[in-house]
């Protein structure tokens, strides 16, 4: 079982930046594949960016390339995802999540999730 805890969302202005991480509990944290995921008002879940198991292989989705930069630090049990140049449309709630196969993908299935994160771009 493992219990994730987002932290440092807030308000920016568009073109601004935040940094949100993820506290992971339990000893496995190194075994898992990491991924952020956001939801916005009225839209479905989406997938935003994902590290696999050993922070080697990333993944993001393209309306976040070369924007948001996901990385984990396995000795502190913390994925953080760096989002610059903050749009509008990045508003959301932000989710972190972890899978048991450790890739850290976008597709398939995400084992644990946390509580969420709100997010605002003001514009």
């Known amino acids: 079982q493992v219990q994730l805890v987002e932290s440092g969302g807030g308000l920016v202005q568009a073109g601004g930046s935040l940094r949100l991480s993820c506290l992971a509990s339990g000893r496995s944290f190194s075994t898992y594949g990491m991924g952020w995921f956001r939801q916005a008002p009225g839209k479905e879940r989406e997938f935003v960016a994902g590290?696999?198991?050993?922070?080697?292989?990333?993944y993001y989705a393209d309306s976040v390339k070369g924007r948001f930069t996901i990385s984990r630090d396995n000795a502190k049990n913390t994925v953080y995802v760096q989002m610059n140049s903050l749009k509008p449309e990045d508003t959301a709630v932000y989710y972190c999540?972890?899978?048991?196969?450790?890739?850290?993908?976008?597709?398939?299935?995400?084992?644990?999730w946390g509580q969420g994160t709100q997010v605002t771009v003001s514009s």
């Open positions: 590290v696999s198991w050993s922070g080697t292989r990333t």
């Open positions: 999540a972890a899978e048991v196969t450790g890739r850290g993908q976008g597709q398939g299935r995400y084992d644990y």
